[in-house]
């Protein structure tokens, strides 16, 4: 895991990003900028995450360097979203526009040619026909395709090469060629007087046309993001010198006294001071069943309050609360990039040159060994490959499908941190589980008391709950809740010791205790034979048992028991189901742990393991060729997560643990686990997919491009069905990562 996140960012809104080969020179020039430490592109929203300290006009000077426009944005306001919506809409009628100029020239021309007469030029009034047909491209050439042929000249004098080469290079090729004919026709053979100004002008409008749809269907994979922050309310009523006010979600401050009424959004988090009701968390959860909230309860903002009013105290405000942390995590999930999306950016940037050189190659070729006219067929191949080749569905394969996939998760409760562990989590062969408040409640109970035949039950529970007040294990909260239920008073504890993986020791009414499992207590030499049946059948039934001794002397057992969560044992059966090998650690005794491995279907397990063993337990396992995932809470198990290959932190929205894991499930459910890999699969099959078309795309259209088809059938292919065919791909890319928006998890 990587405290990137938690380090300053900025972020920039490309502008002018023409496609994926873009991405790996914006992202090498602005890491030289001084107090950059990362820098991340995500080609499909057109964003650049920076981790550092730069310069913002260092940042913008850097961009201007290389032919690049931008502006930056601040990452920790919501409205980014909304500033890129509306460049989106901006930059779409602006494309629709340009699109709109060019197929009104370039579709009456594709029809003459395809129906009406031939686009040649053999007298003076065809001649002058053309002229001013010429003339008329040029002008959709720099009112609709201006944009194309000066990013173009801003890479070739910054020695680089982009989509916009491509495009220029095959369009304005074609102008020029087509000119020539009108004005020196003399120069070309008769039979290669082919003018082909429809093709530059359908080419220019079939690719802004593709970009405009593009970005149109790139909007519905920010829907999960939009949803999340639609549930966010623009007000909240405080109380504020005794009386009740609306105010702005902004205004209201920590410690504030917020009214919720039936049907309401909560605004804010808080603690539950006054009331009960029953809140709908199930926009962030995923959980469909309302939770009941009392005095002393957390909520959490953005959740729907269902039945009564209640007041609340806030406790986190602005960007502070969970659902604040949740979308900037979803976002930053979204901006992030796989492994797998890293290599195809590096091949993007080596695409566009090889491509310029086998379009010059193919040109070589007509005119050595091609038939008449042999530098009209040079042209058109020429052209053909420059235009296909466009590695615009290349840059979008990756994004595309991550946005998608990491919005899907965040929908059913499951935060994914970064596209790595987005991609990693789809390889997970054995999946390590903690005990205590993960696949059990982590709400232990005290379930059996018995004493020695000196002492009685609530003696003992007063001595043990004393001791305990010392303690934040889950164990010993559970015990000193018990004592507290039944009104006993408690005494004070002094020379407390917490002995690790043992129990604890101190001293309570001048008498010295020790409270904790069979091992401490003959480590310390406290007889305890009588008793260790009666400890071993508490084991049995999954209790925890912990003995407790008085000035060396056995005085009785405490179990307590954690009960295993309704849904355990069905999400671990679907995890097993799934071919991943589930595998238990905990700190509890071998028995406990075997009673609770049983109940819930996990044949391996370990026992009596030490919070600094479990990251052993990981190595052991990736030792044995696994790839591991780590389940636990996200802080005592922290060095575990960190070693797995992936970690999964169990929390709620208002849990630290957000911060602390690659996934998180926020309802707590293992349930998440499951449907975490399923959607990490699910998306990376997608994005495969999308990357398999787009090479295969690019790659076997080509040599058709070049014309391989013509000595066999005599097909050449036109450039105008290369542009369409190239707005295509790129369409068909966003379509398929949209299909993930429908993708569900199965429950069996």
């Known amino acids: 895991m ?42 499909a929203q057109k964003i650049v995450v920076i981790t550092g300290t730069p310069n913002d006009d260092h940042l913008l000077n850097a961009l201007e360097s290389i032919g690049y426009t931008g502006h930056v944005a601040d990452p920790n306001k919501h409205d980014v979203l909304t500033e890129q919506e509306h460049a989106d809409t901006t930059y779409y009628k602006r494309l629709m526009k340009e699109a709109v100029i060019a197929l009104s020239l370039g579709t009456p021309l594709m029809v003459y040619g395809l129906f009406i007469g031939e686009m040649t030029v053999s007298t003076n009034l065809q001649r002058s026909a053309w002229l001013i047909i010429g003339l008329l491209t040029l002008g959709i050439m720099y009112f609709a395709g201006k944009h194309f042929y000066v990013g173009a000249w801003k890479s070739f004098l910054n020695h680089s090469a982009n989509m916009d080469t491509l495009i220029a290079l095959g369009t304005g090729t074609a102008w ?61 009523r405080v109380i504020r010198e005794s009386d009740e006010v609306d105010i702005p979600i902004e205004a209201v401050e920590l410690e504030d006294l917020v009214r919720v009424r039936p049907g309401e959004k909560i605004p804010v988090d808080g603690i539950v001071t006054d009331g009960s009701t029953a809140v709908d968390e199930s926009m962030l959860t995923g959980e469909p069943m309302p939770v009941e909230k009392q005095i002393g309860d957390e909520v959490v903002a953005g959740t729907i309050n269902k039945s009564g009013t209640f007041l609340f105290r806030a406790t986190r405000v602005g960007t502070n609360t969970a659902l604040s942390r949740i979308i900037e995590m979803v976002k930053r999930a979204q901006n992030s990039k796989p492994s797998i999306g890293r290599l195809a950016d590096v091949i993007s940037g080596y695409f566009v040159p090889v491509v310029m050189i086998v379009a010059i190659l193919s040109a070589l070729a007509w005119l050595n060994f091609g038939p ?19 590695p615009c569905a290349l840059g979008l394969a990756t994004p595309m499908s991550v946005m998608v996939g990491v919005g899907k998760a965040a929908e059913s409760g499951v935060l994914i941190r970064n596209g790595e562990a987005l991609q990693t989590a789809s390889k997970i062969t054995a999946m390590i589980l903690d005990k205590t408040g993960t696949i059990t409640e982590g709400n232990p109970e005290v379930t059996e008391i018995i004493g020695t035949q000196d002492w009685n039950k609530n003696d003992i529970l007063r001595l043990a709950a004393s001791l305990e007040t010392g303690s934040e294990h889950p164990l010993a909260l559970s015990i000193v809740a018990s004592a507290k239920s039944k009104d006993i008073p408690l005494g004070l504890v002094r020379d407390f010791h917490s002995i690790t993986g043992r129990g604890v020791k101190g001293t309570v009414d001048n008498k010295t205790l020790l409270f904790g499992n069979e091992k401490l207590m003959r480590e310390q030499s406290v007889t305890i034979e009588s008793y260790v049946n009666e400890a071993q059948r508490m ?11 008085v000035d060396g002397i056995l005085a009785g057992i405490v179990s307590v028991a954690d009960p295993v969560k309704s849904d355990s044992i069905a999400a671990i059966k679907r995890l097993q189901t799934n071919g991943i090998r589930v595998v238990m650690l905990t700190g509890d005794n071998r028995a406990t742990a075997a009673a609770v491995a049983k109940k819930v279907g996990i044949t391996e397990y370990f026992a009596e393991v030490l919070p600094e063993d479990k990251s052993n337990k990981v190595t052991e396992l990736q030792a044995q060729g696994e790839i591991v995932g780590m389940t636990g809470d996200g802080i005592n198990d922290a060095p575990a997560l960190a070693k797995a290959n992936v970690g999964f932190a169990i929390g709620t929205g208002t849990d630290v643990a957000i911060e602390s894991a690659d996934i998180t499930l926020i309802r707590g459910s293992l349930h998440g686990l499951a449907d975490a890999i399923a959607v990490s699969k699910a998306t990376l099959r997608n994005i495969k997919q999308n990357l398999f078309g787009a090479f295969i795309y690019n790659i076997a259209g080509i040599p058709f491009a070049a014309g391989v088809l013509y000595p066999f059938f005599g097909l050449l292919l036109s450039p105008v069905i290369a542009g369409a065919a190239m707005a295509f791909s790129s369409l068909t890319v966003v379509s398929n990562a949209n299909r993930l928006r429908f993708f569900k998890a199965a429950e069996h």
Do not use: W
């Open 372 to 390: 008449e006219p042999a530098i009209a067929f040079a042209i058109v191949s020429a052209t053909t490959v420059l235009i296909i080749a466009c």
């Open 539 to 549: 084991a049995a039934e999954a209790k925890t048992p912990m003995y407790l001794s």
């Open 2 to 43: 990587s405290d990137e996140n938690s380090a300053l960012q900025k972020l920039l809104i490309i502008e002018n990003a023409a496609c994926s080969s873009c991405v790996e020179k914006i992202e090498r020039t602005l890491s030289n900028v001084p107090g950059v430490d990362h820098v991340s592109m995500n080609f």
């Open 176 to 236: 020029i060629y087509s000119m020539t004919v009108v004005f020196i026709p003399d120069l070309i053979p008769a039979m290669a007087r082919h003018v082909y100004f429809e093709a530059t002008a359908m080419i220019i409008g079939l690719i802004n046309l593709g970009l405009a749809l593009e970005i149109k269907a790139r909007g519905r994979t920010s829907a999960a993001i939009k949803r999340l922050i639609g549930l966010r309310p623009k007000t909240a």
